[in-house]
């Protein structure tokens, strides 16, 4: 059985190992640092072309139902955020969309700004109020921390009882086990529950936990906490890698490599001839309206190093290729496709 | 150090124990103590709220710009003006009185010049005596000579943690001559061999690492939880994490992996000394965790762990304690 070296921990990462270890290869997934996945509002922007179906099955999960089609729903501000793919409490349908919204929230916490989501949604003509919910947490405290027990749930449950809004929003601070809550809150209180649409919280996390079981289900060997500090060029093959674990390195060898390394977030990875450098602080740097561009170049799939050497068993995927243009904003998608393209080129090899 | 990149994306909020746990509002969190304050004088002036964290490093391993936070927070706390909390003063008269951070209970001094020394340290030879006796017997029993030696005091860490640098590079000096007598040094608490490693620059050995590739049994019924120890996972090593579960399992325990096994049980950092409440708090998090899994006990390798997790009314071992040489 052949190992493989997946570089990268995000959607792309995590996406490939779980694709190859399904093939048979033996996956080791070296990974640091919260993905960018997990930051992003965990929903799926566009509609995938080539593997539609692989990423159905990837993201399919028992406490969290996914909803897809022409969807909308409300921003953590109160603005429009559409998407073909969510979780079914994030968006409605046209047909769906509820006519008034109570939006709950504690004061001064940025999870959902009442005043201001209220504002604009009675603007995009749906009536809505602000709800204060009792208590203070301070900004920098999640708000999870909050409803961390059925006691507080069950007490949310009563306040929202005030309410005669058709639908209720939420911040959006499930974690993925927690999921069912939702549903249960929306039997308790007789109306609907959605939630807030944010980047930066529970929703992200709760995709790059999903991504990150489902490719450990599938027998990828996962070494968290870990980054690779150097690869081992032979010719035109990648044979081998240094990683760093806290106060220890090692040094393991691969018959194929898939970078994922991702690239608007600092700290990712550059190949430079023989190796790979590591950290560099490179700032990606946006404009408005530009596309965000990664590092690495590549030719059918294969990554090219900066001397011009095609490496036949390193693919890269997803952010970290330059070949890779998106719009800021959206992303997860794409990265996912990039993934399947990438392990289809490991494959041809 | 590298604070200016931080992109503000809240991951180690998220990550931090002590801010998701209902008694750490007071805590200003890792963003304000390990990445604003180096920068921005305004946000280090929090006082001894800077001492409402475990150093547990989950910020700095969720942290995506690779930010150096627990050094950041090291520094602030050693630039703390004013009172010290009751518990660090403790702490520091019993350094001062006699070279640990807590009086010294164990009495099975073995100073006979091998060439092996065990190090305990201040828990393992002040509150957790069965624990260091199990692993010397351990080490007996892999025919390891050992001595532990009553010479050795405090590595010093605990006092880094809460900013006192004088007195523990004043241990590092006075420990400096005992370690020279010795070719190779073991030891039980994650905190220590990190200490011994970074700051002493010994290249000593959690007892993990000498049980690996040795045949070992465990006699435990039922299903066994982790707690996997901080310093060990996300300091020393995180393969050498990955080993207490493979030896367990090849021992003979029936171990139940699960997702928070590695959050911090709140007992490090100072924190069981300083706020012994949050401490308390962030343990009784962990055993709810554990209940819930319908665990018989809970398996971990740091006396820290033990400590603070046994107070909290289930069965808390060792891997010293679980496991033996197989007959």
């Not at chain 1, 977030?265 to 790979?276: E, H, T, Y």
């Amino acid at each position: 059985m052949s190992h493989v070296l997946v570089i990268g921990n995000g959607a792309a990462g995590t996406f490939s190992s779980w694709l190859l270890a399904r093939k048979g290869w033996k996956v080791t997934m070296v990974g640091r640092g919260t993905p960018g996945a997990a930051l992003s509002t965990g929903c799926l922007r566009s509609v995938p072309s080539a593997c539609r179906g692989e990423i159905s099955e990837f993201l399919d999960n028992e406490h969290m139902p996914w909803a897809t089609g022409e969807r909308e729903g409300a921003s953590r501000i109160g603005t429009s955020f559409r998407c073909w793919m969510s979780p079914s409490h994030t968006t409605w349908t046209d047909d769906e969309k509820p006519k008034s919204i109570a939006v709950a929230g504690l004061e001064g916490h940025p999870s959902l700004q009442i005043r201001v989501a209220s504002a604009l949604l009675n603007e995009r003509g749906v009536r809505a109020e602000p709800f204060m919910l009792p208590g203070s947490v301070p900004s920098d405290v999640p708000l999870t921390s909050w409803f961390r027990n059925d006691e507080a749930w069950e007490e949310l449950a009563e306040d929202l009882q005030r309410s005669s809004a058709e639908a209720i929003l939420l911040p959006a601070i499930v974690h993925l086990h927690e999921y069912p809550r939702l549903d249960r809150l929306e039997r308790r209180c007789g109306r609907r529950v959605l939630e807030a649409v944010s980047p930066l919280g529970a929703p992200g996390q709760r995709l790059a936990d999903l991504m990150l079981s489902k490719a450990r289900s599938a027998g990828t060997v996962v070494w968290d906490g870990r980054k690779v500090s150097a690869l081992e060029v032979q010719a035109d093959e990648v044979r081998g890698a240094t990683i760093i674990g806290g106060s220890e390195a090692r040094h393991v060898a691969t018959d194929a490599v898939v970078i994922a390394t991702g690239g608007p977030l600092v700290d990712g990875l550059v190949l430079d001839g023989r190796k790979i450098m590591d950290p560099f602080g490179r700032f990606q740097t946006v404009r408005r309206g530009d596309a965000l561009r990664g590092g690495y170049h590549c030719t059918n799939g294969k990554l090219i190093s900066t001397d011009g050497r095609v490496m036949t068993n390193t693919v890269g995927a997803g952010d970290c290729l330059s070949a890779e243009r998106r719009e800021y904003g959206s992303g997860l998608t794409e990265a996912l496709e990039s993934a399947y393209r990438a392990v289809r080129a490991l494959e041809d090899a | 150090m590298n604070e200016g990149r931080c992109v503000k994306c809240g991951s180690c909020l998220r990550a931090c124990p002590v801010l998701n746990d209902p008694s750490g509002a007071q805590f200003p969190g890792p963003r304000t103590t390990g990445v604003d304050a180096p920068r921005f004088l305004e946000k280090g002036s929090v006082g001894q709220n800077a001492l409402r964290c475990t150093m547990c490093h989950a910020c700095e391993w969720a942290c995506p710009s690779s930010i150096s936070i627990t050094r950041s927070m090291l520094e602030l706390r050693s630039e703390l003006t004013g009172e010290r909390l009751p518990g660090h003063r403790r702490m520091l008269e019993n350094i001062a009185a006699f070279g640990r951070t807590v009086s010294t209970e164990f009495s099975g001094w073995r100073e006979s010049g091998e060439r092996t020394l065990y190090f305990p340290g201040c828990i393992g030879l002040g509150r957790l005596t069965g624990l260091t006796e199990s692993v010397s017997s351990l080490l007996t029993s892999l025919g390891i000579a050992h001595d532990i030696s009553r010479d050795a005091l405090c590595c010093g860490s605990p006092l880094l943690k809460i900013g006192a640098r004088g007195e523990a590079e004043d241990l590092r000096r006075r420990n400096a001559e005992v370690f020279s007598r010795y070719d190779r040094v073991i030891t039980s608490c994650p905190g220590c061999t990190y200490q011994l490693r970074e700051v002493y620059g010994i290249e000593a050995e959690h007892i993990i690492e000498v049980l690996r590739g040795s045949d070992l049994r465990a006699n435990l019924e039922g299903r066994w939880a982790l707690q996997m120890p901080c310093h060990l996972k996300r300091g020393l090593s995180p393969w050498t994490a990955d080993d207490l579960a493979a030896i367990l399992g090849k021992a003979g325990v029936d171990v139940v992996r699960m997702p928070g096994e590695d959050t911090c049980c709140g007992g490090g950092g100072g924190m069981l000394s300083g706020f012994p409440g949050t401490a308390s708090s962030l343990a009784r998090n962990k055993m709810e965790m554990y209940r819930k899994a319908e665990v018989d006990g809970v398996i971990t390798a740091c006396p820290f762990c033990s400590l603070n997790l046994g107070r909290e009314g289930i069965r808390v071992l060792d891997i010293g304690e679980a496991i033996a040489l197989k007959d």
